[in-house]
């Protein structure tokens, strides 16, 4: 009913930036939660950023990520950003978007998006 698409993942030396894009489309009534998940090699996913609210948001970040990374959403796209800034080796890993998705159903849809690889060399 819903499908997440991520863009914006690829290889860049330490110190570079990234920009993630994750789109939602389908039988969407609202989207109240958008978020980044990353999974590096043999460790358990970690939540990154979130964003939640849709008037009013309010924002969350991992203490790794916080004044290099910043999350934000295109709410007439149903599309959420994540700028990496200052990038580190140890911020490798897989990028996956999640979503709370309220369905025109009535419904709720917890979306994960396929994951995007992020590669920061030193």
């Known amino acids: 009913q819903v499908q997440l698409v991520e863009s914006g993942g690829g290889l860049v030396s330490a110190g570079g930036s990234l920009r993630l894009s994750c789109a939602a489309s389908?039988?969407?009534?609202?989207?109240?939660?958008m978020a980044w998940y990353r999974q590096a090699p043999e460790k358990s996913r970690e939540l990154v950023a979130q964003i939640i609210g849709i008037s009013d948001t309010s924002t969350y970040y991992a203490d790794s990520v916080k004044g290099r990374f910043t999350i934000s959403r295109d709410i007439a796209k149903n599309t959420v950003y994540l700028q990496m800034n200052s990038l580190k080796p140890e911020d490798t890993g897989v990028y996956y978007c999640y979503a709370l998705i309220g369905l025109r159903n009535g419904g709720l849809n917890n979306a994960w998006g396929q994951g995007t690889q992020v590669t920061v060399s030193s």
């Open positions: 389908g039988s969407i009534l609202s989207i109240n939660r």
